[in-house]
């Protein structure tokens, strides 16, 4: 039994092509090619002999009477047979060559000596040929196995950075924002005291808050008037529903923790409200530092406003595939 290195099924060891996806076996080729040639060689020497005058010196043919009697019982029928054979014979010889050939030139090139999909035509019985197969088996090599892909480890690391840096940023927005200028209003301003305000005005709580939009409606600004309340109002108003905004912009943010696993599209949501958080917080901090300078304003005001920075230009290396054999791009 032959073992076909294509397929990998089993032939019997007299096929020179596997009878399942056509694959030439090589090693038996020559001897095939070798018996063809040899059978040729004889046939034509028969129909020399044949046709070839007898010579003078040849002895006598045998009685003429038992040469018809062969010719009839069986002579006619031999040589239709042999004529056939030998040019079924012929027919292979030449596909046999135009295989070697075209072997020889695919192996050159580093390419595989039949596709796949080849399937060889179908042929009579007793010749050295594949015949289709009723039901075609696709062989092993026709498909490659896709592996399974991997989450994007590009997207896993950015929100994973990301994720802290927002966790960063509400830290921050409950500690202490300005700490200087604020000595008859409680000394200090935090930043939830924004989200306060909105609600109750009176309450103890936000006196830092009220103190800070007390402090920008008394600060000279310009030297003229009109400008000068231009400025006191534009300040105001930046703080007063800059900060409920920003809080807002870090809710909306949350989104991110969803990204953990790298499956997540919304790349353009995630970079939208972190670049809108960090210009709040920058319209913020422009104000303060212009109104109380920046050695009133505290470290963790500084680091929560820089965390956005951060987490926005992360998101600018965040990936459109949600699948990628690979780190950061």
């Given at each position: 039994?032959?073992?076909?290195?294509?397929?990998?099924?089993?032939?019997?060891?007299g096929?020179?092509?596997?009878?399942?996806?056509?694959?030439?076996?090589e090693?038996?080729?020559?001897?095939?090619?070798?018996?063809?040639?040899?059978?040729?060689?004889?046939?034509?020497?028969?129909?020399?002999?044949?046709?070839?005058?007898?010579?003078?010196?040849?002895?006598?043919?045998p009685p003429?009477?038992?040469?018809?009697?062969?010719?009839?019982?069986?002579?006619?029928r031999e040589?239709?047979?042999?004529?056939?054979?030998?040019?079924?014979?012929k027919?292979?010889?030449?596909?046999l060559?135009?295989?070697?050939?075209?072997?020889?030139?695919?192996?050159?090139?580093?390419?595989?000596?039949?596709?796949?999909?080849?399937?060889?035509p179908?042929?009579?019985?007793?010749?050295?040929?594949?015949?289709?197969?009723?039901?075609?088996?696709?062989?092993?090599?026709?498909?490659?196995?896709?592996?399974?892909?991997?989450?994007?480890?590009?997207?896993?690391?950015?929100?994973?950075?990301c994720?802290?840096?927002?966790?960063?940023?509400?830290?921050?927005?409950?500690?202490?924002?300005?700490?200087?200028?604020?000595?008859?209003?409680?000394?200090?301003?935090?930043g939830?005291?924004?989200i306060?305000?909105?609600?109750?005005?009176?309450?103890?709580?936000?006196?830092?808050?009220?103190?800070?939009?007390?402090?920008?409606?008394?600060?000279?600004?310009?030297?003229?008037?009109?400008?000068?309340?231009?400025?006191?109002?534009?300040?105001?108003?930046?703080?007063?529903?800059?900060?409920?905004?920003?809080?807002?912009?870090?809710?909306?943010?949350?989104?991110?923790?969803?990204?953990?696993?790298?499956?997540?599209?919304?790349?353009?949501?995630?970079?939208?409200?972190?670049?809108?958080s960090?210009?709040?917080?920058?319209?913020v901090?422009?104000?303060?530092?212009?109104?109380?300078?920046?050695a009133?304003?505290?470290?963790?005001?500084?680091?929560?406003?820089?965390?956005n920075?951060?987490?926005?230009?992360?998101?600018?290396?965040?990936?459109?595939?949600?699948?990628?054999?690979?780190?950061?791009?």
């Open positions: 039994m032959k073992i076909c290195k294509n397929c990998g099924q089993q032939t019997d060891d096929k020179v092509r596997c009878p399942y996806c056509g694959f030439l076996f090693e038996d080729m020559d001897d095939v090619l070798r018996e063809m040639k040899s059978t040729l060689k004889n046939y034509r020497r028969e129909e020399i002999a044949r046709s070839s005058p007898q010579s003078a010196d040849a002895p006598p043919s003429v009477q038992e040469t018809p009697v062969r010719e009839s019982a069986g002579g006619p040589r239709f047979e042999l004529l056939s054979e030998v040019a079924q014979l027919g292979e010889v030449r596909v060559q135009g295989e070697v050939e075209r072997l020889h030139g695919t192996r050159q090139q580093g390419v595989q000596p039949l596709p796949a999909s080849y399937i060889a179908p042929v009579q019985e007793g010749v050295y040929a594949p015949q289709r197969s009723a039901a075609r088996q696709e062989p092993a090599l026709t498909h490659v196995r896709r592996s399974g892909r991997r989450r994007s480890v590009n997207r896993i690391v950015i929100s994973f950075l994720t802290l840096l927002l966790a960063l940023s509400i830290a921050m927005f409950s500690l202490v924002w300005v700490s200087g200028g604020l000595d008859d209003f409680g000394g200090v301003m935090r939830y005291q924004g306060l305000y909105l609600f109750d005005k009176t309450d103890s709580g936000v006196r830092g808050f009220a103190g800070v939009l007390s402090v920008i409606g008394e600060h000279s600004y310009a030297s003229s008037e009109l400008i000068n309340g231009m400025c006191v109002n534009v300040c105001r108003f930046v703080v007063q529903w800059g900060i409920p905004a920003y809080a807002v912009c870090l809710v909306l943010s949350l989104p991110i923790l969803f990204s953990l696993g790298g499956k997540i599209q919304f790349r353009a949501w995630h970079r939208c409200w972190a670049w809108l960090f210009l709040m917080i920058l319209a901090f422009a104000v303060l530092c212009w109104t109380f300078g920046l009133s304003l505290t470290l963790m005001f500084l680091f929560g406003a820089g965390a920075f951060v987490r926005a230009m992360c998101l600018c290396f965040y990936k459109r595939d949600r699948f990628y054999d690979g780190g950061l791009q």
